[in-house]
């Protein structure tokens, strides 16, 4: 057995991965070694962020398993591996503390104009600006997974009214008052104040927040991206923003990272943009360890694995109930 590792783990994370399983034999690829790697591996766990061969992957035949370190994974679903019987999973939901954490954060900077107010600051300003509230707003959140789910919990104490959108609309949390399925987005954005995105960037959810879209929004509304960048098309947020339609608008994922230059993302106002961090802990890589570990034990078992992708969606299935331990 040969478990290849792509995510920056330390001696330590490989003797817990050891652990799991004495007889394999781990290799840590790094991003350096990934592509060299990956034709030999029985199992998988990382992230490419290089070019890999997974062409030659599939047609070698020995790969088994992708556990992704990312929630996202565009990185590995390519269409040969979709065609495969390769099992991936996901890491949904392993840094959903952190995400909820950068999402509220984003929308607090919106509503009470954090980058207005630092801007002021470096010009040594003290002049009151208009305010709004993100306590009791109704906010809409496309996205119910691991991170989506977290997201209620957190904005719960705000008082808001949540309205969300899921692929399956199934098991709403209490604080939800309604979850439809993404052919239900149109009906509720008009009423939507902050407007989170959390899900997968798939076929269907790519340029999701276009301009018809963002015209169905009400004005002053507020949107918040921490899934993919290209589920909003940048020039029709731009537009929005210029025109005064949207109050304002907070990115942590752009459509191509990092924006080039002359990306009009750069000059818009009252857009706040950081880079891609939402995911960032302090204890990420012992958290993701500890996930593939789980899973590891699992697959030697022959019992169900935690974030079990359905690669024609392009992400996880929700599971009946949760798996126990």
Not at 94 to 101: G, P
């Amino acid at each position: 057995m040969r478990i290849v590792l792509c995510y920056p783990v330390e001696a330590r994370h490989l003797s817990q991965i050891q652990g799991v399983w004495p007889e394999a034999t781990l290799v840590d690829a790094g991003q350096e070694r990934v592509a060299e790697e990956l034709p030999s591996a029985d199992l998988f766990c990382g992230h490419p962020k290089v070019p890999v061969p997974w062409g030659r992957v599939v047609e070698g035949g020995r790969l088994r398993w992708i556990q992704s370190s990312a929630a996202g994974l565009d990185h590995c679903l390519v269409p040969s591996v979709v065609a495969s019987d390769i099992v991936v999973t996901s890491a949904s939901g392993v840094l959903a503390d952190q995400v909820a954490e950068q999402t509220v954060g984003m929308a607090i900077s919106c509503t009470r104009r954090f980058p207005l107010f630092l801007e002021q600051q470096a010009r040594r300003e003290f002049v009151r600006r208009p305010t709004v509230d993100l306590t009791g707003a109704t906010v809409g959140i496309v996205g119910l997974g691991g991170n989506g789910r977290r997201l209620v919990e957190v904005l719960e104490p705000f008082r808001v009214r949540i309205l969300a959108t899921d692929w399956f609309p199934v098991r709403k949390p209490p604080a939800v008052e309604f979850l439809g399925a993404p052919d239900t987005l149109f009906d509720i954005l008009p009423e939507i104040d902050v407007l989170f995105l959390c899900a997968p960037l798939t076929e269907h959810t790519r340029n999701l927040i276009d301009a018809r879209a963002i015209a169905r929004m009400k004005k002053g509304a507020i949107l918040v991206n921490v899934a993919r960048g290209a589920m909003v098309d940048e020039n029709a947020l731009v537009d929005a923003l210029e025109s005064g339609h949207l109050d304002s608008a907070a990115l942590d994922v752009t459509p191509e990272e990092p924006p080039k230059p002359e990306s009009r993302l750069w000059t818009a106002p009252r857009l706040l943009i950081t880079p891609h961090v939402g995911g960032q802990a302090k204890h990420r890589i012992d958290a993701m360890t500890d996930f593939f570990c789980d899973n590891l034990r699992r697959y030697r078992a022959g019992r169900p694995l935690r974030n079990l992708v359905d690669k024609r969606l392009g992400f996880p299935e929700p599971p009946d109930e949760e798996l126990p331990s």
